[in-house]
């Protein structure tokens, strides 16, 4: 991360950060087997009781033609979690932020767990502050996406 100072003093002095990626972020899809191992390593029980319901809720409130289905999950190599459905078309989504548009399953699965990682990170509980740094690390990540526009625009 890079601080640049801007401005001459006073209250209208502010700082500007910008993110400089000087690796790209591998994204693993996680093999079966290691399903069970991975969400508990990052949010134990939690992973069942909240964050699971939050991102099928989620799912289908942003995409009408959202039925359920299987997830991939994604394990990404700087700590990042994330599940996309597997499924064979984009989904039509539409945000209550007034973003509407059509999202590949991937960059879909992105957007619903920044949106359940953002609102799981409004507690007070272990948590929150896993889904908080959850949240930072995928949206690292969403930013080298090939769909990271439609990917911001769907959770600004």
């Known amino acids: 991360m890079r601080l640049a100072w801007i401005g ?5 002095s502010f700082f500007v950060f910008s993110i400089m990626t000087t690796h790209n972020i591998i994204n693993t899809i996680v093999p079966e087997s290691e399903r ?9 029980i939690a ?15 942003l995409a009408e033609e959202y039925t359920g289905g299987y997830w991939e999950f994604h394990d990404l190599s700087n700590g990042g979690f994330y599940m996309a459905p597997r499924h064979d078309t984009e989904f039509t989504v539409s945000c209550e932020n ?6 590949s399953p991937d960059a879909f699965g992105i957007t619903v767990c920044l949106y359940a990682y953002s609102e799981l990170s409004f507690r007070e509980d272990r948590l929150a502050q896993t889904c908080a740094q959850q949240y930072h690390l995928l949206r690292d990540y969403a930013a080298e996406h090939p769909e990271a526009r439609a990917i911001c625009r769907a959770i600004d």
């Open 8 to 12: 001459g003093g006073g209250f209208l």
């Open 36 to 44: 069970l191992t991975i969400v508990d390593g990052r949010f134990g």
């Open 47 to 61: 992973y069942m009781l909240k964050l699971e319901p939050a991102v099928f809720s989620i799912a289908e409130a």
């Open 98 to 103: 007034g973003f509407e548009g059509k999202l």
